[in-house]
């Protein structure tokens, strides 16, 4: 025989646990395989959720940021029409038309800001107002009657409750017996 004819004798038996072996290192592999898997999905699943959430929160930190000034401001809308109220009991045309001016600039300035008014005609809602006292009144009783001071909401935030007067069911009118 030539040397490139030898060959080295194998068991039969010595095949099957080196198959054994490969097979259970390959299935050691895949599980470790589908734990990354699992981990990668679960990683972009919260890295998702965040971006969705960092989103939200900006978009709602823009509608809100000058919240703090529509609040101060507010104040001064009411004040400038309870000036504008005492003026057209005067003559002074001028003064009552500059404060007109101003009214109408700060209330067109507040408005670009987000600030709507709330509506206060129909029934009483507490969620954006706020009973200051009751009238006796032929309207169904919970109905508004009198506004005393406008409500305002910035965005979907109510910032002040409409300030009024709620109807009640009119006094018993005492009879003569």
Excluded: C, W
């Excluded at 030539?2 to 097979?23: N, Q, Y």
């Amino acid at each position: 025989m030539a040397a490139s004819e030898e060959t080295t004798p194998v068991a039969v038996g010595d095949e099957a646990p080196a198959e054994e072996g490969l097979e259970q290192r390959l299935e050691a592999l895949e599980a470790e395989r589908d734990e990354y898997l699992n981990d990668l999905r679960r990683v972009a699943a919260d890295f998702d959720n965040y971006r969705k959430r960092a989103l939200r929160d900006r978009e709602e930190l823009v509608t809100y940021a000058n919240e703090r000034l529509v609040q101060e401001l507010v104040p001064v809308l009411d004040d400038l029409e309870r000036a504008l109220a005492a003026a057209a009991d005067h003559d002074e045309a001028r003064l009552e038309e500059g404060v007109r001016l101003v009214h109408r600039s700060l209330a067109s300035a507040l408005e670009r800001g987000g600030l709507t008014e709330i509506p206060t005609e129909g029934a009483f809602d507490p969620h954006v107002h706020e009973a200051l006292l009751t009238q006796p009144s032929e309207a169904p009783e919970g109905t508004v009657v009198q506004v005393l001071e406008r409500g305002y909401r910035l965005g979907s935030r109510v910032i002040r409750p409409a300030r009024v007067a709620v109807a009640a069911a009119p006094a018993p009118v005492p009879t003569e017996e």
